[in-house]
């Protein structure tokens, strides 16, 4: 006696049913897979970037600024080196600095926030560096030169130090066929440019430079 149409059509799912449920828990697998793949580089700065927003208000530290920090900031010199210290978190410290450079319009090159280091072009020969009556005295002491700026993070204090970017590290850019560079007469040329910032945050941006 021949099977039925009925038969073989139930005799068919019953093979197929496993295979139906194999595929169903690959495809389960798949997506769930999906929440643990690595995110894009890019993906990850928006995330910093809000982190940034969400802990430091933009227009009080604008303000904060440009009346000045006060005894928020310090500065602290020794025979080794000299350390300017601002008295907030990393975050905050981070969104000073880059403001801060920006009123001063010294440029920033290029940034490392994962890193904590700022690269900027700074000639400590600038009159702002001098003070007012600077243009007076200039005495080209110092050549135009790429700085790092690195704050270290603290519990509740940043840390920020400056040293010269040597001519073959990849931050300073050099000019095929361009001369030797040339020798500061003196070196303190990062200590100037400590110095320059932790004056203009202590005291605060007059109104006529502020951006």
Request: aromatic share 8%; net charge negative; with cysteine.
């Amino acid at each position: 006696m021949m099977p039925s149409n009925r038969t073989i059509v139930k005799f068919c799912g019953v093979l197929l049913w496993p295979a139906v449920l194999v595929s169903c828990s690959e495809t389960e697998v798949r997506y769930r897979d999906t929440l643990h793949l690595e995110r894009p580089p890019e993906f990850e700065g928006a995330l910093s970037e809000q982190s940034l927003q969400k802990s430091v208000d933009p227009v009080l530290t604008t303000l904060s600024i440009q009346q000045g920090l006060g005894d928020k900031v310090a500065i602290e010199q020794s025979a080794l080196r000299t350390k300017l210290i601002i008295k907030e978190p990393f975050e905050k410290a981070w969104f000073i600095m880059e403001l801060v450079l920006n009123q001063q319009r010294i440029e920033i090159t290029d940034r490392d926030r994962d890193a904590g280091y700022y690269y900027v072009r700074f000639d400590p020969d600038d009159n702002e560096a001098k003070g007012f009556l600077g243009w007076l005295f200039r005495d080209d002491d110092y050549i135009e030169r790429i700085y790092s700026l690195q704050l270290s993070d603290g519990e509740s204090t940043t840390d920020i130090t400056a040293d010269i970017v040597t001519e073959q590290d990849e931050k300073n850019p050099s000019i095929p066929g361009a001369p030797e560079p040339l020798e500061d007469i003196k070196k303190d040329g990062p200590d100037r440019l400590l110095q320059l910032l932790y004056e203009k945050l202590r005291d605060g941006i007059p109104k006529h430079q502020r951006q």
